[in-house]
């Protein structure tokens, strides 16, 4: 892999973060509705009048133009102060003053170059020194601008090219049919959304191990925090690492030394095959986020936590994530569960 694409995997793992952040958790499980359509607010605003889609939060409008980027077409779907269209940035950060006196800030830059540019009717009188500062650059920015009979083109900001744009991320995102392994796992839980989060990148091979970041060149050694001389990639970080041999016994006493993340999850999943299956799932992985929390412990906090310890964090997150549980499911075989793995002696 080239430098650049693995900066693009960095990027687009980032911004799948916060994607996934602001997309309705409900929507996207019950799959019926296509979130990132939903997140373009342009797209939305068009679609007001005819259809019935849900308006978009304002923080919500914010948050997507903050993470794409656009390729002019048209200039329809694109903001004119909010979007990340112009070399400048976001014009309403690069022209703070101008933009102070804009009267309609929701303008698009279809519709500010068809007028020629702003104009006195689009601003409050009396333009301040520097808002008329702003409006000379602008004026001269806009004459490089060309708009084309094309639709606009919104990608994640930060990846290198278009390649990826920001619809395939989400169609990826949403997938489970071929993707990776334990996806019902992964979703089907009432796991933290930022667990779920967490989960999901570790099924896709994106946990930021410090193998990879060595890799990325982020880092100058990709060891395991615990085990000097062997690098920390996921299987190892999650399952293989000679520390996390007494937490897996007590979470499948007697059970399979599995080699991978997605063959102990699976695992486990079946040796918990007694509860709940939301319960199982959630309990996956609250395994996998407490042996994370345990081993950013050691890297930050130069905290080493034994196998008792790590127990007692599993216990206890799964003893707040059940407050979140359908109140028709029964949690009491996982709490029961939780007990046996603490109390092993
Ligand atoms: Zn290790």
Same mark, same amino acid.
């Given at each position: 892999?080239?430098?650049?694409?693995?900066?693009?995997?960095? +990027?687009? @793992?980032?911004? *799948?973060?916060?994607?996934? &952040?602001?997309?309705?958790?409900?929507?996207?499980?019950?799959?019926? *509705? !296509?979130? /990132?359509?939903?997140?373009?607010?342009?797209?939305?605003?068009?679609?007001?009048?005819?259809?019935?889609?849900?308006?978009?939060?304002?923080? &919500?409008?914010?948050?997507?133009?903050?993470?794409?980027?656009?390729?002019?077409?048209?200039?329809?779907?694109?903001?004119? /102060?909010?979007?990340?269209?112009?070399?400048?940035?976001?014009?309403?950060?690069?022209?703070?003053? #101008?933009?102070?006196?804009?009267?309609?800030?929701?303008?698009?830059?279809?519709?500010?170059?068809?007028?020629?540019?702003?104009?006195?009717?689009?601003? &409050?009188?009396?333009?301040? %020194?520097?808002?008329?500062?702003?409006?000379?650059?602008?004026?001269?920015?806009?004459?490089?601008?060309?708009? &084309?009979?094309?639709?606009?083109?919104?990608?994640?900001?930060?990846?290198?090219?278009?390649?990826?744009?920001?619809?395939?991320?989400?169609? %990826?995102?949403?997938?489970?049919? $071929?993707?990776?392994?334990?996806?019902?796992?992964?979703?089907?839980?009432?796991?933290?959304?930022?667990?779920?989060?967490?989960?999901?990148?570790?099924?896709?091979?994106?946990?930021?191990?410090?193998?990879?970041?060595?890799?990325?060149?982020?880092?100058?050694?990709?060891?395991?925090?615990?085990?000097?001389?062997?690098?920390?990639?996921?299987?190892?970080?999650?399952?293989?690492?000679?520390?996390? +041999?007494?937490?897996?016994?007590?979470?499948?006493?007697? $059970?399979?030394?599995?080699?991978?993340?997605?063959?102990?999850?699976?695992?486990?999943?079946?040796?918990?095959?007694?509860?709940?299956? +939301?319960? %199982?799932?959630?309990?996956?992985?609250?395994?996998?986020?407490?042996?994370?929390?345990?081993?950013?412990?050691?890297?930050?906090?130069?905290?080493?936590?034994?196998?008792?310890?790590?127990?007692?964090?599993?216990?206890?997150? @799964?003893?707040? /994530?059940?407050?979140?549980?359908?109140?028709?499911?029964?949690?009491?075989? #996982?709490?029961?569960?939780? +007990?046996?793995?603490?109390?092993? !002696?």
């Amino acid at each position: 892999m080239t430098a650049s694409r693995a900066s693009d995997r960095e +990027q687009l @793992l980032a911004w *799948s973060q916060r994607l996934l &952040q602001l997309i309705e958790w409900t929507d996207w499980i019950a799959g019926e *509705s !296509n979130p /990132w359509t939903e997140l373009d607010p342009f797209l939305v605003r068009r679609r007001q009048s005819g259809r019935k889609h849900p308006v978009l939060a304002r923080h &919500q409008e914010a948050e997507c133009r903050a993470i794409t980027a656009v390729a002019l077409g048209d200039g329809e779907t694109t903001s004119f /102060w909010h979007d990340t269209w112009s070399e400048a940035g976001v014009l309403r950060d690069a022209l703070p003053a #101008l933009y102070s006196h804009c009267l309609d800030v929701h303008t698009t830059v279809a519709e500010v170059g068809a007028a020629g540019g702003l104009h006195d009717n689009d601003l &409050q009188p009396r333009l301040t %020194a520097a808002a008329t500062a702003d409006l000379g650059l602008l004026s001269d920015a806009l004459t490089a601008v060309a708009l &084309q009979p094309r639709p606009d083109e919104r990608w994640l900001q930060g990846l290198q090219s278009n390649k990826v744009r920001a619809d395939d991320l989400y169609a %990826a995102l949403r997938t489970p049919i $071929g993707g990776p392994a334990l996806s019902d796992i992964n979703w089907d839980s009432f796991a933290p959304k930022k667990v779920q989060v967490f989960f999901w990148i570790l099924r896709h091979g994106r946990t930021k191990t410090r193998g990879s970041l060595h890799r990325h060149g982020s880092i100058d050694s990709p060891d395991c925090p615990f085990c000097p001389g062997i690098p920390e990639e996921a299987d190892h970080l999650f399952v293989m690492c000679p520390r996390l +041999q007494q937490l897996w016994a007590r979470v499948m006493p007697g $059970g399979p030394l599995l080699p991978t993340t997605t063959s102990a999850a699976e695992a486990l999943r079946v040796w918990l095959h007694d509860l709940p299956p +939301q319960a %199982a799932n959630a309990a996956v992985v609250a395994v996998f986020w407490v042996i994370w929390k345990a081993r950013n412990a050691m890297i930050f906090h130069d905290e080493l936590q034994s196998a008792e310890t790590i127990a007692r964090h599993l216990q206890a997150h @799964l003893k707040l /994530w059940v407050c979140r549980a359908p109140t028709k499911l029964d949690v009491e075989p #996982l709490k029961l569960w939780c +007990q046996t793995v603490v109390d092993v !002696n």
